[in-house]
């Protein structure tokens, strides 16, 4: 083996044995994603405390290279909860799944509720709801309301 593979192997184990500690650079995580010693359940565990973080496209890419597919399909859930139309979308396309329109429509309404403009209309087209669409056409177009200091 040559050195600058056991430099290599030894990073790896410092990176996963930190991984519990705190979060990667995005040097290191760039590193163990394209690695081919990344165990899975180290993988899936990265990803889930990417996750408690709050870093769902992260938490992506740690499940997507584990194929950990329960995980991916729960945060496709979580994006549709948080009106996420780009990570949902993502996550369709790895998991080689359409969304139903309702799903979309779903997404559409968290965004919405969520002042995520952009995100709805595009779930909403995803979902081919015109009226919706032009809904939320309407509200784009609205001038923002000035807000008078008190």
């Avoid at 519990?20 to 081919?36: E, F, P, Q, T, V």
């Amino acid at each position: 083996m040559l050195d600058v593979d056991r430099l290599r192997d030894r990073e790896l184990t410092e990176v996963l044995a930190l991984a519990g500690k705190k979060l990667l650079s995005c040097l290191k995580k760039r590193d163990l994603l394209n690695s081919g010693k990344a165990d899975k359940s180290e993988l899936i565990k990265l990803g889930e405390r990417y996750l408690h973080e709050d870093r769902l496209s992260d938490a992506i890419d740690f499940f997507e290279r584990a194929e950990h597919f329960e995980g991916l399909t729960q945060l496709k859930e979580q994006s549709v909860a948080k009106g996420d139309y780009f990570l949902c979308l993502r996550l369709a396309k790895i998991l080689e799944e359409s969304p139903p329109p309702e799903e979309w429509i779903q997404l559409g309404d968290n965004a919405l509720n969520l002042g995520k403009l952009l995100f709805a209309r595009s779930a909403y087209q995803q979902a081919e709801n015109p009226e919706k669409v032009a809904q939320v056409e309407k509200l784009l177009q609205s001038p923002a309301q000035e807000q008078v200091p008190h």
